[in-house]
């Protein structure tokens, strides 16, 4: 009988052998996901923010301030350049990535590349351009570099114990973990970066202004930082729209958004624009791909041709024209639908003592001159302990002139070489330190001549070392010598702003003249549900009843244009933005779109109200179930751009209760859920431009009691309106009488 054929097993690992048998291997093990997010995940997650994706106070991610240290440590400071490809490779001594990752980084350091306000390597060869995708920069092994005459300023006394230094990833060397600044470098150099759930994108400000606003806030740490610091500053310059409010909310919170525009001009003789400045956010490429689109598409007509005049000279974008073109509405237009406009959005999440912070421009500055006043704390403390140092060798010194010959006989009549300075300590009363530095004293210099001239030093020691001792006691003394600092390089490195800043401008978002969008009046409908209809004036004339969802019905109703724009509130703070024209024409037969849908919201995101409007004329009125209103400028949730998200579109401290579009000054009924009423004229609010604002205090509530209605009082059924009229606010109301209640409407029994 042939014997049955037992089937081979494959092993675990082939490349290993057969012979080779891992135990356990295929197995599957079970542990909790939270166990598995702490031993695998938050490590990495860890790893990722502290080192590697966010700046740290002295403006540096561990990348960029490996490479700078790594060429400070060549002596690339004073001499002359090397290859690239020999700082990349020194460099992986520090940065245990790969040689293009380096070199990324050291190219976005240099001066050609055009990325920093004020550059720390000086190159030679192609760096590429930050603005075009399409220039790329050349291999390492072509280009040479070394470090700006900037760099004095960050690595100035970084021999004196300024900063901390740490072991290599392989513990073969050391480097520092800050590099001490003589600037806010932070603010100087723009910065962007991702790490594991944060990231963090810092704008760049003015050398100048940010040495100007710094020293104003050593001297008064409430000193309008606007007055100093105008306006961020980008390497590619273009024009920025002032927006004092934005700048005011950037400034105190990190967080916000401010629109950067081209700088362009017009050749009547060849009729043709030239775009020679663009906003730091975009490039080259991308303006000219949606151009190209926009042309394709027949939404714009007056270009002829575009094409990429950049060279060696600097970025030119050149448009021709065709004959009749209007540059200005073209240019408005352009402004509008590219990136021609476009805004940064500010995010300054920075690294400080290894835990990520989101800080305003003044908590920025004010952990800065903290830090960099510890650096020049121990520079100090450094260069005294070394001079006491020397004080002290001086002094035994000072000894031995009351009897050199002492001192050579001591010396000379030792028999072993290891008892000289035990003799000279014991003869003369002096330490080792002091018997070992003058036992090493070459014997042509054990004279009165030398020793006088030596001790001479030490009335003047004296002298320096109370005065350090001074400075470092002395926090005064020590802004003293930052702002010193601060002045020294505003007057040696400061450069004009390359931004412009604009203060009045026409508006890219507002329609030109030759707008294509039909102009028609409609009926617009919205649920309390969310679904919403755009019906024409001839279709509701002919149509039946209006068809809603079951359970749903109408809530809100315009009579507008197709022009017109939609805005829409939820239960996240949030804002989305429509032009009506973006909605089918619908029938009152059918249920409309579904807004959360239509507009898409996120994920479980409610509809709360919505309001139409042509120019942004007027106030919104939100009233919060904590008794406060809220009135803001619809003109604030006006953007350059066609947006179509706002975040922090309301105050987020109470949940909303009821909202209002308000044309003109009126009278409002506040109604509690308590039954009281309070009736008071809109003018007794303060219009707000921030839009989070949280409002004022309108109606006193008891704890259980909260807001539950706000509505103009012409559309209420109140009678006797004196009764609950306010004299001053805030006020708790009065209870509401029957008479001044909605009739109930009377239902046929079942």
């Known amino acids: 009988m042939a014997k049955k054929k037992q089937p081979k097993k494959t092993a675990a690992r082939p490349q290993l052998g057969d012979s080779v048998e891992i135990l356990d291997a295929g197995s599957v093990l079970e542990e909790p996901i939270t166990q598995t997010l702490e031993t695998n995940y938050m490590p990495y997650a860890m790893s990722v923010i502290v080192s590697r994706a966010l700046p740290e106070i002295d403006g540096f991610k561990p990348a960029h301030r490996k490479v700078l240290y790594t060429m400070y440590d060549m002596g690339l400071l ?42 720390f390597v000086s190159g030679k060869g192609n760096f590429g351009k930050a603005y075009s995708r399409d220039m790329a920069y050349a291999a390492s092994r072509y280009t040479e570099a070394k470090l700006e005459e900037v760099c004095n300023e960050l690595f100035r006394d970084i021999d004196q114990d300024t900063v901390d230094f740490v072991d290599n990833y392989d513990g073969s060397m050391q480097e520092p973990t800050l590099l001490p600044t003589t600037f806010p470098n932070v603010l100087v150099s723009a910065n962007q970066g991702i790490a594991v759930g944060m990231a963090s994108n810092l704008c760049g400000f003015n050398l100048g202004e940010v040495c100007d606003a710094t020293v104003a806030f050593l001297k008064n740490p409430q000193v309008n930082l606007l007055d100093h610091l105008k306006a961020p500053d980008f390497p590619t310059g273009g024009e920025l729209l002032y927006d004092e409010g934005a700048l005011r909310q950037i400034y105190e919170t990190g967080r916000g958004s401010f629109q950067v ?56 974008i050149t448009i021709d024209l065709k004959r009749g073109a209007d540059p200005d509405k073209l240019m408005t237009r352009l402004f509008r639908s590219t990136t021609l406009q476009d805004s940064f959005s500010c995010n300054f999440n920075i690294l400080i003592a290894g835990m990520p912070r989101v800080m305003g421009v003044r908590e920025i500055l004010d952990e800065w001159t903290g830090w960099r006043m510890e650096g020049v704390r121990r520079r100090t403390y450094f260069v005294m302990k070394k001079k006491q140092d020397k004080l002290h060798l001086l002094r035994g010194l000072k000894k031995i002139l009351l009897d050199i010959d002492r001192a050579i006989k001591i010396i000379r009549e030792t028999e072993e070489d290891d008892q000289v300075v035990p003799n000279l300590m014991i003869g003369f009363g002096i330490d080792d330190v002091q018997a070992e530095y003058v036992a090493d004293i070459k014997l042509r210099n054990i004279n009165k001549e030398y020793i006088l001239k030596r001790i001479e030093e030490v009335a003047g020691l004296e002298e320096e070392i109370a005065d350090l001792q001074d400075i470092v006691n002395n926090p005064g003394r020590i802004k003293k010598l930052i702002v010193a600092e601060l002045q020294a390089v505003q007057k040696k490195y400061a450069v004009p702003r390359r931004t412009e800043i604009v203060y009045e401008y026409q508006t890219a978002a507002a329609e030109d003249a030759e707008d294509e969008t039909p102009d028609y ?35 809100l109703q315009w009579e507008a244009s197709n022009r017109d724009e939609l805005l829409v509130f939820t239960d996240r703070q949030q804002c989305y933005k429509a032009r009506l024209s973006d909605f089918d024409d619908s029938k009152a037969s059918l249920l409309g779109d579904f807004l959360p849908t239509k507009l898409g919201m996120d994920p479980g995101e409610g509809f709360v109200w919505a309001c139409v409007t042509a120019d942004y004329s007027g106030h919104l009125l939100f009233f919060f179930e904590n008794g406060k209103v809220a009135r803001v400028a619809l003109s604030a949730y006006q953007t350059q751009t066609r947006r179509k998200k706002l975040t922090g ?48 205090n309108v109606m006193t509530l008891k704890p259980k009691y909260k807001v539950a209605d706000a509505r103009p009082l012409a559309d209420t059924t109140i009678v006797n309106a004196a009764r609950y009229r306010a004299r001053s606010l805030p006020i708790a109301g009065m209870l509401l009488r029957p008479e001044d209640r909605a009739e109930e409407q009377m239902t046929l029994l079942e």
Not at 291 to 307: H, W
Not at 651 to 665: G, R
């Open 78 to 119: 004073k001499g002359n350049r090397t290859k690239s490809a020999n700082i990349v490779g020194s460099t992986m001594h520090l940065n245990p990535h790969g040689d293009q990752a380096i070199y990324d980084t050291m190219v976005r350091l240099a001066r050609g590349n055009e990325s920093l306000l004020v550059p």
């Open 649 to 696: 579109a309301y105050s987020d401290k109470s949940p909303l209760a009821a909202a209002c579009l308000l044309t003109e000054d009126t009278e409002m009924a506040v109604t509690s859920t308590e039954g009281r009423v309070v009736v008071f004229h809109t003018a007794a609010l303060t219009p707000k431009t921030t839009r989070s604002t949280q409002g004022v």
């Open 261 to 316: 525009r081209a700088k362009w001009r017009y050749l009547k003789g060849e009729n043709l624009i030239e775009i020679y400045e663009i906003p730091y956010t975009t490039t080259v490429e991308a303006i000219m791909d949606k151009v190209a689109e926009l042309v394709k598409g027949g939404k714009i007509r007056e270009i002829a041709d575009m094409r990429d005049e950049t060279d060696l000279n600097g970025l030119k």
């Open 521 to 555: 009046p409609v009926h617009v409908f919205c649920s309390r549900e969310g679904y919403f209809k755009k019906i024409t004036p001839q279709s509701l004339r002919m149509s039946g009843e209006q068809k809603y969802k079951e359970g749903d019905g109408p809530w």
